[in-house]
């Protein structure tokens, strides 16, 4: 199994290889966009230095997981990326991942996070067979943590941890999310809505 292209409504993602680090430099080149990440812009050289070996890993691809990159398939348009990363090492036959994402600005407040990461986690509950998919972000970015409730994700816990740099807001911590598979099931037997049951289509 490999990471296959994932199509939603709106939205064609596929696996994100080195091809795509010119978009990653443009990406991390607005300081908005890594405000809760590293607090501004990260340079080309360390977009390159950072995403460069992500690009390369393909452990997490052997069983269906790791990056995406997605474009509007209306125009073609870049709009971000969606990720569902495994533990390392990567098991056989993973249980849990983290979901994570990272859009242009100019994408912002039009869907496009919510519906990139429930084809991600569809993916991974219906194709990988995954029990657990978790998320988490800074306890102040608060657009994040409506997307992971959009998901049907359940806050369940609220980290204090070390930083070398912390950034505003580190003091409230760090959120992490839930939604188990169970749930996932649940959700998508009643039909369309808000969580994350919307079986994504694949090619």
């Known amino acids: 199994m490999s990471r296959p292209i994932l199509f939603t409504a709106r939205l064609e993602l596929v696996p994100m290889t080195s091809e795509h680090l010119p978009l990653l430099v443009e990406l991390d080149a607005d300081a908005e966009v890594l405000r809760h990440i590293v607090g501004r812009a990260r340079t080309a050289e360390e977009v390159h230095a950072y995403w460069g070996p992500i690009c390369a890993d393909l452990e997490a691809d052997r069983v269906g997981l790791g990056w995406w990159i997605g474009s509007r398939r209306s125009d073609r348009a870049f709009v971000g990326w969606w990720d569902l990363s495994p533990d390392r090492p990567v098991a056989e036959r993973p249980s ?12 912002w407040r039009h869907g496009y996070a919510t519906e990139g990461a429930r084809a991600v986690i569809d993916h991974g509950f219906s194709t990988v067979g995954l029990q657990v998919v978790s998320a988490e972000t800074m306890a102040v970015n608060h657009p994040s943590r409506r997307v992971m409730a959009r998901l049907g994700m359940r806050h369940v816990r609220t980290d204090h941890r070390r930083w070398d740099a912390p950034l505003p807001g580190t003091e409230h911590g760090e959120v992490v999310y839930e939604v188990t598979r169970q749930e996932w099931i649940t ?17």
């Open 96 to 107: 849990r991942a983290e979901a994570g994402w990272r859009l242009a600005r100019g994408h």
């Open 187 to 203: 959700d998508r037997t009643r039909g369309p809505g808000p969580g994350p049951g919307r079986p994504p289509a694949v090619r």
